[in-house]
């Protein structure tokens, strides 16, 4: 089956710097990544949909500038926390979905990435 | 549109015991995947089982079942004779080609020794 390879699974980070999370589609093209964040004891909430080519579109209350998108490729989507604080920390987590037509438009999950700011 | 329910917050068992885990489901597309995602404490994502909207069957893979049943749209888990190390975190996911992948909020599953 196709598989969805995130990048690290697990980083630590200071206060004010900046990560990048890498979502990979290994076997098929992904026109659209979708990136979710979970909250403490709470379930996995959608921030942002890419789609290849074009910018992110955001959910209501995630920043656009502390969270940065970019799905260059078919292959390829990132998220970059800029300015990293502690209230950042958390389990971050893609989806990728394939090509409609070309495949069967489900979508596949990452393995997530725990970041810490410390 | 589309919408994963986990009614069952957290459930807690002694080892041995079986427990099952629900998960309903809504949506509008006739062709979608379901799936069952473990957490454990150290907080990655376990694959494990993946179905779409077509078939069925139902599945065993070891301790663990899955009972698909569109009529009730819902898609559970059984784990039978739980041990400790199936305490974690589930998640039910859905995915259809209309809608973005849902997951539902999870169900902590605490297996007492």
């Known amino acids: 089956g196709a598989v969805v390879s995130q990048h690290p699974s697990r980083v630590i980070c200071k206060s004010g710097t900046s990560v990048k999370i890498e979502c990979r589609s290994l076997d098929f093209q992904a026109t659209t990544m979708f990136w979710y964040r979970q909250f403490p004891k709470k379930s996995l909430m959608l921030m942002a949909t890419?789609?290849?080519?074009?910018?992110?579109?955001?959910e209501q209350g995630v920043e656009k500038d502390k969270f940065l998108i970019n799905h260059a490729s078919l292959t390829l989507s990132t998220l970059t926390v800029t300015s990293a604080h502690p209230e950042d920390s958390s389990f971050y987590i893609c989806?990728?979905?394939?090509?409609?037509?070309?495949?069967?438009?489900?979508?596949?999950f990452g393995q997530g990435t725990r970041l810490t700011v410390v | 549109a589309q919408k994963v329910t986990q009614a069952q917050t957290e459930i807690s068992v002694v080892e041995k015991e079986d427990v099952t885990l629900d998960c309903v489901y809504e949506?509008?597309?006739?062709?979608?995947?379901l799936f069952w995602y473990k957490q454990p404490p150290s907080g990655e994502l376990v694959f494990l089982i993946r179905?779409?909207?077509?078939?069925?069957q139902n599945e065993i893979s070891g301790r663990y079942s899955w009972n698909f049943q569109k009529s009730t749209s819902s898609f559970n888990f059984t784990i039978t004779a739980s041990q400790v190390v199936d305490s974690a975190v589930y998640f039910c996911a859905l995915s259809g080609g209309s809608y973005i992948p849902t997951f539902g909020r999870g169900t902590s599953l605490i297996v007492h020794p």
């Open positions: 989806s990728a979905r394939d090509k409609p037509g070309q495949g069967s438009g489900e979508a596949f």
């Open positions: 179905r779409n909207s077509f078939d069925e």
């Open positions: 890419s789609n290849e080519g074009s910018k992110a579109t955001y």
């Open positions: 949506t509008r597309d006739t062709t979608y995947y």
